[in-house]
């Protein structure tokens, strides 16, 4: 088709479905119990509309997300056959960066306006309107590109196919006749083909670029009419964040360790991106290290840019990311030359269009649809096998990974992520260039990354693929087939089989001591010396593990065998990547089961799926952490809204292992929080765990609901609690105010995403106490159900605590108090921002810990109220924005 879509005929009915709407329906679509009176049943409306679909024969169906459509219709009797056309699935292909699929999202990208959303007829107009842009779109595309997706498709249904086909042939006549013009598409000046396969790569130097000019002044840059007062619209001089800028500096010179605590509005991001700049320029390389990926981009793509355009400065800035984030060319052409299913072919057609465009094969370029993770895995950099040097052996094939370490080779600054940066770390510097300055933003977060990055894990599903890899690898198939190196692999296999059998002897010795003498099964136990020593079960578990743990050395014996009888060089780096897997569970066996180290946190826990993982953590991160980044580096700077408690750096300081050897710093916030934010603490709730707090905190949600017209988040800290209460709010749904509830109705982006459209309730744990930033009017109410202790038998949590006099007060109140303060930062984002913060948890008031946890809070309007006055405060405490 050639984009254009003439809208003919309409059919439009009710259907009766015999029962009442749900909630849901009736906030999604309107529709009401009474418009259903009289209209024909599901069966009969099926059949008026097979009458009117197929009236002049076989149609095409084409819908978003058709396959929903059309199973409901097949349900009620009707056959489609194969032709359907699926406008998410192509824009799935066609638009590969869309920060979103939903059809309400890619009209409004395509200046469609819908005369209402999920109502039927106005969905199928908006689908067929969609379609006509994407068909527009694809055009856009390379004609061979277009006959190689429209091939591949047809593993995905016919009609995909004949869509692609024909856009190729649009794009073939137009590319001919030179009629095309941009439509909103790929630029027609864009690379034709693979554009990063024909770019050189990045040329290197001998040293990060070095700007010859006078370093900057911090004082004079952010001066009241200094270069950012000048270029920057909106530019506040904030005595915070020139406090901390100096400080900064004054480490960057000096040397050493500064741990700096920046309230929310400081702009901290700009207070280390001036020093680091200033050193970048007399040729000290800066590695900046955040732990989520929005501040990565802001950093990136807003910060350092605006900075250096005010500045008129032109350091070279890099980003650097895990090798998972990449696409490795050479193990894409592999799949793009063997798909075999519907998956494959999808993932291969989007990245065909992505690589059109792409100058960086960064996968936070694509939008992955649910399932295509694991494919990425596939194609990805991720296995340590993917080399520079194979992929230079395949004809006009670029490295993406390596374009990257080269240009953070080059670069002045580095930005990375807390996983990236202790991976380096971990592995004695082998991936990033060295820097002499280190700025870790997020720092709240860097022990739970040093806790993942220095431990060892065994999961049962992964050892499995692992063993099965090394068993099926192309090496190992070649070796079979050539006499002379048959013999090694053939026991090789034999390894692995025994392997698979010890592997399910270690799993089940496991299991059994998840299983008590008395009571329900466990979830997770942790291995003490007790056990080791007390417990029956555990002999088999030890001997298990030897057998696997011998098995695991076989294997490598005769992986080394086949290496050194020779072969094809990928193969065999591939089979040494295999087996080094294998080396990394056969230290996770020694060190769990086996010989741990006094310092050593072993547990067992099943997974959500049943499937078991042994874990091995080390008891304390912060001599690691020291080693690893202060020792290394002439200045480290470790910053975040979240590090002191109560006005102490004490703990912040023992998690990284430098207690007396760091300056401290704490800027409070701008904000006037006293008259920004209330805080309100219930004084008649009953505590958690007892019979009412949830019915009641379930009531107030809906109180204080109705008030503000949603724009509540409510913060939990256990899913069985969210679903309690979240079961309670039925009614809200009937008076158009949507619940939100994490892990039923959505992605975390998903959910967020609709929570900005307004009228709607969030309920959310862990992952939505931090990292969400919901300015303005779209969030008034904050409601914290639980004080955040962490589960006081967590494996992790009870070996951490051992090392403390006072657990609960040296370990466990302080986590508690910088998590409470993460949720209560949900809601001040900007100086014009104002609302609730309600903290249903008396126990901040009943016990004497209390007082630490509210001394950590910013300074609000503090009110203690019944419970049935809390919603109409909170609304008069809103209503005078």
């Known amino acids: 088709m050639d984009g254009a879509v003439t809208l003919g005929e309409r059919f439009l009915t009710f259907a009766n479905p015999g029962r009442a709407l749900t909630a849901p ?22 059949a008026l509309f097979v009458d009117f679909a197929f009236r002049d024969g076989p149609p095409c169906f084409v819908g978003h997300n058709v396959g929903f459509d059309v199973s409901f219709l097949e349900r009620a009797g009707m056959s489609t056959g194969s032709r359907t056309l699926d406008t998410a699935e192509l824009a799935s292909i066609v638009l590969p960066s869309a920060s979103s699929y939903a059809l309400q999202r890619l009209a409004a990208d395509a200046a469609i306006v819908p ?23 694809a055009r856009e595309l390379p004609p061979d590109i277009l006959g190689e997706i429209a091939a591949l498709s047809e593993l ?45 790569g990045a040329a290197r130097s001998e040293g990060p670029h070095v700007a010859r000019r006078s370093p900057l002044s911090v004082d004079s840059v952010f001066a009241a009419d200094g270069p950012l007062a000048r270029s920057l619209a909106g530019y506040e001089d904030r005595q915070e964040q020139r406090e901390l800028a100096v400080a900064i500096e004054r480490t960057f010179a000096d040397g050493g360790a500064l741990v700096a605590e920046a309230g929310t509005g400081v702009g901290k991001s700009m207070a280390y991106a001036v020093p680091a700049l200033a050193s970048a320029q007399m040729g000290e390389r800066v590695i900046i290290s955040t732990h989520t990926l929005p501040l990565q981009d802001q950093l990136v793509r807003k910060d350092l840019p ?13 980003v650097l990311k895990g090798r998972s984030n990449y696409l490795c060319p050479r193990r894409w052409q592999i799949l793009r030359g063997a798909v075999t299913n519907r998956e494959e072919a999808r993932i291969v057609c989007k990245t065909l269009v992505w690589r059109t465009t792409t100058e960086t094969g960064d996968r936070a370029e694509l939008n992955l649809m649910r399932g295509e993770g694991e494919l990425w895995s596939r194609i990805s950099a991720s296995d340590e096998s993917c080399d520079q040097r194979r992929c230079k052996r395949m004809p006009g094939v670029n490295c993406y990974l390596q374009r990257a370490r080269d240009a953070a080779a080059d670069a002045a600054i580095v930005v990375v992520n807390h996983a990236l940066l202790l991976q380096d770390a971990r592995m004695h510097g082998a991936l990033l260039p060295q820097a002499e300055h280190v700025v870790i933003d997020e720092a709240h977060r860097l022990e739970d990354v040093a806790t993942d990055a220095f431990g060892l894990e065994l999961h049962e599903p992964r050892l499995r693929r692992d063993l099965q890899r090394v068993a099926h690898s192309s090496a190992v198939t070649s070796a079979l087939r050539d006499p002379g190196r048959a013999e090694p692999a053939e026991r090789l296999r034999a390894d692995v089989d025994r392997a698979l059998e010890r592997t399910s002897e270690v799993f089940d010795a496991l299991g059994a001591l998840l299983v008590p003498v008395t009571g329900p099964a466990e979830d997770r136990m942790r291995i003490t010396a007790g056990l080791r020593a007390s417990d029956d079960r555990w002999l088999p578990v030890e001997l298990a593990g030897e057998r696997l743990a011998d098995a695991i050395v076989g294997i490598g ?17 591939e089979l040494e990547t295999a087996t080094g897997e294998l080396a990394a569970a056969r230290a996770a066996i020694t060190r769990g089961l086996h010989d741990p180290r006094p310092t050593d946190i072993v547990w067992i826990e099943r997974e959500a799926d049943g499937a078991l993982a042994l874990y091995v953590a080390q008891t304390h991160l912060g001599r690691v952490i020291r080693r690893a980044l202060v020792d290394a580096h002439r200045a480290v700077v470790f910053t975040s809204a979240t590090l002191a408690v109560a006005g102490s750096f004490a703990f912040a300081l023992d998690r990284f292992g430098i207690a007396g050897l760091a300056d401290t710093l704490a800027v409070g916030s701008p904000f006037d929080h006293q008259r920004q934010a209330l805080l309100v603490l219930p004084a008649d709730i009953q505590l958690p765990g007892e ?33 309690d209460a979240a079961s309670r709010l039925g009614a809200l ?95 001040i984002r900007t100086k014009t921002d104002y609302g609730a913060v309600v903290l249903l948890d008396r126990r901040v008031v009943t016990k004497d810990y209390g ?20 919603a109409s405060r909170v609304a008069a405490w809103c209503d005078r924005g």
């Open 557 to 573: 014996f005769a992986a080394e065998r086949i290496r050194n009888l020779g072969g094809d060089e990928d193969e065999l780096a």
């Open 156 to 200: 995905i249904g016919p009609s995909t196919a004949q869509f692609f086909r024909e856009a190729a042939a649009t794009a073939t006549r137009e590319a001919w006749s030179g009629e095309s013009e941009h439509r909103g598409g790929l630029p027609r000046s864009a690379p034709r083909g693979i554009a990063m396969d024909r770019l050189p």
């Open 851 to 870: 007082e630490v946890l509210l001394e950590s809070l910013p300074d609000a309007r503090t009110e203690h109220l019944p419970l049935d006055g809390i």
């Open 115 to 137: 005369d209402a959303a999920h109502r039927a007829l106005d969905d199928a107009i908006t689908s067929a309107l969609v379609l006509g842009h994407l068909a527009r779109i």
């Open 306 to 318: 605006a900075l250096q355009a005010a500045l008129g400065s032109d350091v070279s800035v890099a």
């Open 25 to 46: 329906i009736l906030r999604l679509t309107g529709i009401r119990d009474e418009d259903l009176q009289g209209a024909p049943s599901s069966r009969e409306a099926v």
């Open 691 to 723: 019979d009412r707090f949830v019915p009641d905190a379930a009531r107030l949600i809906e109180d204080l609901a109705r008030a503000l017209g949603g724009r509540t988040l409510v913060l939990f800290t256990s899913h069985a609690t969210l679903r």
């Open 733 to 827: 749904e009937s008076e158009g105010l949507a619940v939100l509830t994490q892990g039923i109705d959505g992605s975390r982006r998903a959910l967020l995403e609709r929570f900005t459209q307004g009228r709607a309730v969030l309920l959310g744990t862990q992952s939505f106490w931090e990292g969400v930033d919901l300015p303005g009017d779209i969030l008034r109410c904050v409601v914290i159900a639980r004080l955040p202790f962490s589960v006081p038998d967590d494996p992790l949590i009870q070996g951490r605590a051992e090392r403390y006099d006072d657990p609960f007060v040296e370990f466990q109140l302080p986590q508690a108090a910088l998590r409470l303060r993460q949720g209560f930062g949900r809601l």
